[in-house]
């Protein structure tokens, strides 16, 4: 009764503000008018790609960027796409320190990525360098990737993947340049070959932009002889056709 009462009167003092708009907000993360601006991603979307179509083309049709330039990952799918409110939640996470949004961005993601979820063996959070991660105190795809084990009950590997080469953010690089910038950054950790081998695998990432870190690891992975590697981030970038 007394730590209620405590919380209850920190919540007073304190209220919870939404992360995009900062006004008071009666639960996690976004207030009712933002939650409104986000924009779910829902089908139809290409199957292999998980980018929204503006009309249904019919079963199995693929995207022109799945087709020109099939990724090494089999599937990727993302819970919202990449906008003003998504950007300001991811930022949060990543660069705020706020921890407290994975559980509802993770519960999003778990939703989205149902079918890539169904029958997979582990979780591999995209990895940080460990002097990045040193910096940041945490890594946000692993706290994604802890948020929907739970809700999915597939295991949590974080320690499959290893970032081996520092490399320069990606924003403002690009897509041959952030191609360039990972490659070869990423290996699977010799005494953790025998995890990956054989192996149906679902990498966690905050967001998808151009897909080339979450491209060099799935390369990675399946050079670990994984069966298949697929992709589930919170957000992603979808070009306005």
């Not at 409110?85 to 778990?110: E, I, N, S």
Request: with cysteine; glycine share 6%.
């Amino acid at each position: 009764m007394l730590a209620r009462a405590a919380r209850l009167a920190l919540d007073i003092a304190l209220p919870t503000l939404c992360v995009s708009c900062r006004e008071p907000v009666d639960g996690e993360g976004v207030c009712a008018a933002c939650w409104t601006k986000l924009s779910f991603i829902e089908r139809p979307y290409c199957p292999r790609l998980g980018i929204p179509f503006v009309y249904d083309p019919g079963p199995d049709m693929l995207s022109m960027e799945a087709i020109a330039s099939p990724p090494a990952y089999k599937r990727a799918r993302a819970a919202v796409r990449y906008d003003d409110v998504a950007r300001t939640l991811v930022h949060a996470l990543k660069y705020q320190d706020r921890a407290d949004l994975a559980p509802t961005m993770g519960r999003w993601m778990a939703r989205a990525g149902g079918e890539l979820l169904d029958g997979a063996d582990m979780l591999v959070p995209v990895p940080l360098h460990w002097r990045r991660a040193w910096r940041r105190r945490y890594n946000q795809s692993g706290a994604l990737a802890q948020i929907i084990g739970r809700q999915s009950g597939v295991k949590v590997r974080a320690e499959v993947l290893r970032r081996v080469r520092a490399t320069e953010q990606q924003i403002g690089l690009s897509r041959a340049q952030r191609a360039t910038n990972v490659q070869g950054a990423f290996q699977v950790s010799p005494d953790r070959q025998a995890e990956v081998q054989g192996r149906r695998i679902v990498l966690v990432d905050d967001v998808l932009t151009s897909g080339a870190t979450l491209d060099a690891c799935a390369r990675a992975l399946l050079r670990a002889k994984a069966a298949q590697v697929d992709v589930l981030v919170f957000a992603r970038v979808v070009e306005i056709r």
